[in-house]
């Protein structure tokens, strides 16, 4: 069973940019597919980038389309997103997740595994 724990999580201003990890701490990560969500107080839980197991596939939400990136290192049992030219509404709390399934989804109780989150926020 897989253990991720987030990081890289902060304050920034508009237009910075962030990268997040996300560690998988049981070495057996190369069999997940990993997924990026974030969650605002009081709304639900929502997909921005997922990919696959070897890396090669990834796919994203229209909302972060060409300002976030997903990738992951399967020598370090890692999977990054890389955030740019940040905004405020990109304020919430970060999540990586893992899915048994090798089928690509966008929705996040096809996820089987969490790790605990990472806050992000964006503010002048």
């Known amino acids: 069973q897989v253990q991720l724990v987030e990081s890289g999580g902060g304050l920034v201003q508009p237009g910075a940019a962030l990268t997040l990890s996300c560690v998988d701490s049981t070495g057996t990560f190369n069999n997940y597919v990993m997924g990026w969500f974030r969650q605002d107080p009081g709304k639900e839980r929502d997909f921005l980038a997922g990919i696959n197991r070897r890396g090669a596939i990834t796919y994203y939400a229209d909302s972060v389309k060409g300002r976030f990136t997903i990738s992951r290192d399967t020598t370090k049992n890692t999977v990054y997103l890389q955030m740019t030219r940040l905004k405020p509404e990109d304020t919430a709390v970060y999540y990586c997740?893992?899915?048994?399934?090798?089928?690509?989804?966008?929705?996040?109780?096809?996820?089987?595994?969490w790790g605990q989150g990472t806050q992000v926020t964006v503010s002048s």
């Open positions: 997740a893992a899915k048994i399934d090798p089928s690509y989804s966008r929705d996040s109780d096809d996820y089987d595994y």
